[in-house]
């Protein structure tokens, strides 16, 4: 029974929203349900992505504080609500510590290194936070596989990290990996590595890595990979070497 003295009533609940298949049903339950109930406001907990579910009540999802790895991207933290008669204020707080972030750069129009350094600046730009960086590169020119092929890339990104490490806010590009149009359409026109693409993707990651997987102190670290992400990188490295080589 809602106690009309009270001016407001808040609500808290721990669980997933009916229907999203992004996340396991913990606790599920309908909007529709909330919405009925009494409550000027509902803050929402388990999802680590923030979100706004309704303004009429408001119900939120504030995510965490702090994003735990690379899936968790962009600003993590709270929302401050003012609630009055009539009105329901909200307002997000960034509170991370550092701040996961996937950023994407095509740079097909590149000719040299120096060209794909500044669209990968511009594109990464200025930061008040402190931010670890997941860098695709994307193409469909051939200059950018052959300049992976020689280290220039690798070479690139190490220099802006260190280039980054003394100011006050850093950004480090902790990860990067090469997408390009060309490779794939190079792949599907000659009938070996179209094969052997076909075999990586039947692959059972867990089967091939069983050794890795069962040693203490490897498979922590292959439990924070996508099996996606790792066949993706081993397709890319594999093509580069074979295309280049004289395999289209």
Sequence with gaps: MIDKTVPFHIATLHGTLYGNQAHDPYAPFQLSDLQAKDFDYWGLGHIHQREILSTSPTIIYPGNIQGRHRHETD?????????TKTTTQTEFVP?????????KVDVTTCENIDDVERII?????????YKLI???????????HTMEAEGLIQELIDILNESAFDLQTWQYIYQYRIEGQFVETNVNNHFFIGELADTLEEMSLRETLADLYRHRTGR??????AEADIKQAAKNELFHRLLKSGGQ
């Design 75 to 83: 600003e993590k933290g709270c929302y401050y609500v003012e609630l």
């Design 95 to 103: 509170l991370q510590a550092i701040e996961f972030s996937s950023v």
């Design 121 to 129: 600046m511009k594109s990464i730009g200025n930061t008040n936070a």
């Design 134 to 144: 997941d860098l695709t590169i994307s193409s469909h020119n051939r200059h950018i």
């Design 220 to 225: 922590k670290f292959l439990d924070d990979l």
